[in-house]
């Protein structure tokens, strides 16, 4: 191995995970992946940014609890930012805390009752997988690494200069030293992330900032409540989704007074007044996203004045709650799929904030005449609301000059509408696909007046294709970047084939033949 340090640094990336991978790990009986002792030495001896990737790679690989302890006990600098464990299912992140906490009351009962500074730590309590990590260490690393991982400084002496049990307080306290530097734990729909681990995760890291524990089945409310008051003047981020959070839990979460993220999707437990408690609480001053998707709403006050970003979709989101709505600081809402909105409530909430950027109120089937007035209005999705009339969607465009995206499949807009677009020159994405309404000439004005269009769909509007039109897609296709034409039957295949040539770097979508039309058309 010795003899292949000095090629390290000519070798790409790829070729040294996969030395890494090759050479340096081992498969137990336990179907996990062991570090060989004598890669921590190895490692020493790489490049920093090297170590630093490959050390990260480990963190998201099927790897058994001494892999992890070698690192964070041995080359303490490089201790993980975040640890990202979704993919991580056979990896028990338990078994960490659990041998830290263990093997932490042991050193302090044997410190206490002896009185000594070389205590011994008792681990026949902990898991065997965890006793194996203190076999074998080699010198500390003194070199720093030059990535984004933090760098704690070393907090004891050489290892090897000093007895067994010295070497284990050090090691241990390096581990818990790694452990404070955590930034980041996500474990959407782990299996392992249970009651117990979460309270001893956020004991053992106080720094967290982030924390997604979205899908675990097995965290009760009264444990999400008590495990983040151990991190609650550090987390900026927290997604309890589908989660067994009531009213109680959010009542909790008033502590986490930099709280700036939030997530409670499809939380069923959670009432419309625990939410309206939670957001008007003057401890989330700092709260700037919301994430409501699913929950239920009913008798819901939303005022806040620091929120920027609000996800209510597939909600009960209704006119009473629109109405009632107070947050003049709105810059993104997203209603999709909301089917108790109407075009009243909807155009007040919206006049009542004057700096919505994108505004999401696709499948809203009850709307048809709204209009409202956004002068700094940028993304407007209104797919599949069937039901918008074309002069709704006058009004609209006409007051929010702003618009470089629109979807509005499947909309009654017509070349009325497209005509207003065009005068302001500014679209760059627009979703047009079964809209029966527009015509060659809606097409063929949208390619002459918009020079900033990159992204066109058309797609199953079987009346577009004539041959002025095609010429003029051949004309102005070097300005797109994304052309769907799926289920446009009048556009030959030779006239996409002349539209790729004239193109290389346009992404032309079409079904060129009838089975391929017929597919499409059962999947939209």
């Given at each position: 191995m010795q003899s292949l340090i000095p090629s390290l640094q000519e070798l790409s990336w790829r070729?040294?995970?996969?030395?890494?991978?090759?050479?340096?790990?081992?498969?137990?009986?336990?179907?996990?992946?062991?570090?060989?002792?004598?890669?921590?030495?190895?490692?020493?001896?790489?490049?920093?940014?090297?170590?630093?990737?490959?050390?990260?790679?480990?963190?998201?690989?099927?790897?058994?609890?001494?892999?992890?302890?070698?690192?964070?006990?041995?080359?303490?600098?490089?201790?993980?930012?975040a640890i990202d464990l979704r993919r991580a299912q056979r990896f028990n992140m338990g078994q960490l805390f659990a041998f830290v906490l263990k093997a932490s009351s042991a050193l302090e009962n044997e410190l206490r009752d002896s009185g000594s500074g070389a205590a011994?730590?008792?681990?026949?309590?902990?898991?065997?997988?965890?006793?194996?990590?203190?076999?074998?260490?080699?010198?500390?690393?003194?070199?720093?690494?030059?990535?984004?991982?933090?760098?704690?400084?070393?907090?004891?002496?050489?290892?090897?200069?000093?007895?067994?049990?010295?070497?284990?307080?050090?090691?241990?306290?390096?581990?818990?030293?790694?452990?404070?530097?955590?930034?980041?734990?996500?474990?959407?729909?782990?299996?392992?992330?249970?009651?117990?681990?979460?309270?001893?995760?956020t004991s053992l890291c106080p720094n967290l900032e982030s924390l997604n524990i979205s899908y675990c089945k097995k965290l009760n409310a009264s444990s999400i409540?008590?495990?983040?008051?151990?991190?609650?003047?550090?987390?900026?981020?927290?997604?309890?989704?589908?989660?067994?959070?009531?009213?109680?839990?959010?009542?909790?979460?008033?502590?986490?007074?930099?709280?700036?993220?939030?997530?409670?999707?499809?939380?069923?437990?959670?009432?419309?007044?625990?939410?309206?408690?939670?957001?008007?609480?003057?401890?989330?001053?700092?709260?700037?996203?919301?994430?409501?998707?699913?929950?239920t709403l009913n008798q819901a006050r939303l005022r806040s004045g620091s929120i920027r970003h609000l996800n209510a979709s597939h909600s009960d989101f209704s006119d009473n709650i629109a109405n009632n709505m107070a947050i003049p600081n709105l810059t993104e809402l997203n209603l999709s799929y909301c089917s108790h909105i109407?075009?009243?409530?909807?155009?007040?909430?919206?006049?009542?904030?004057?700096?919505?950027?994108?505004?999401?109120?696709?499948?809203?089937?009850?709307?048809s005449k709204v209009a409202f007035?956004?002068?700094?209005?940028?993304?407007?999705?209104?797919?599949?609301?069937?039901?918008?009339?074309?002069?709704?969607?006058?009004?609209?465009?006409?007051?929010?000059?702003?618009?470089?995206?629109?979807?509005?499949?499947?909309?009654?807009?017509?070349?009325?509408?497209?005509?207003?677009?065009?005068?302001?020159?500014?679209?760059?994405v627009l979703n047009l696909s079964r809209c029966q309404f527009v015509t060659d000439a809606g097409l063929r004005m949208l390619m002459q007046s918009c020079p900033y269009l990159r992204d066109l769909d058309v797609s199953f509007n079987a009346s577009l294709g004539s041959a002025e039109t095609v010429q003029m897609l051949e004309a102005f296709c070097h300005r797109l970047k994304v052309l769907k034409i799926f289920g446009c039957t009048e556009i030959s295949p030779v006239s996409v084939h002349t539209l790729r040539t004239k193109n290389p770097d346009l992404d032309v979508s079409c079904a060129t033949s009838s089975l391929d039309w017929a597919m499409f058309t059962a999947i939209s």
């Open positions: 070729k040294l995970v996969l030395l890494f991978e090759t050479l340096t790990m081992r498969v137990g009986d336990d179907g996990l992946h062991y570090i060989s002792p004598k890669v921590v030495l190895w490692l020493e001896k790489i490049p920093d940014y090297v170590r630093a990737g490959l050390y990260e790679r480990c963190l998201t690989a099927k790897l058994a609890l001494p892999t992890l302890m070698h690192f964070l006990a041995v080359s303490p600098q490089f201790a993980p930012t011994t730590i008792t681990m026949e309590a902990t898991p065997p997988t965890a006793r194996r990590v203190f076999s074998h260490i080699g010198q500390p690393v003194q070199s720093a690494s030059s990535g984004t991982l933090h760098r704690p400084q070393s907090p004891g002496p050489s290892v090897a200069a000093s007895s067994p049990a010295a070497m284990r307080k050090v090691l241990l306290q390096r581990v818990k030293s790694a452990l404070t530097a955590l930034r980041s734990i996500d474990a959407t729909a782990n299996v392992w992330f249970n009651d117990i681990v979460l309270l001893q995760a409540s008590n495990a983040l008051t151990n991190c609650a003047g550090s987390l900026t981020q927290l997604d309890l989704s589908w989660s067994g959070v009531t009213d109680n839990s959010l009542r909790a979460l008033t502590t986490l007074t930099n709280l700036q993220f939030l997530a409670i999707s499809y939380c069923k437990n959670c009432s419309g007044p625990g939410i309206s408690n939670l957001i008007e609480s003057p401890a989330m001053g700092q709260l700037l996203s919301l994430d409501l998707k699913g929950c109407h075009d009243d409530a909807l155009s007040r909430l919206i006049n009542r904030s004057p700096h919505l950027r994108v505004l999401d109120v696709q499948f809203c089937f009850h709307l007035s956004a002068p700094e209005l940028r993304v407007l999705l209104i797919n599949d609301c069937k039901k918008l009339l074309d002069s709704a969607l006058r009004t609209i465009c006409s007051e929010c000059s702003m618009l470089s995206e629109i979807q509005a499949r499947a909309t009654q807009i017509t070349d009325d509408t497209l005509r207003i677009i065009c005068q302001y020159e500014r679209i760059q």
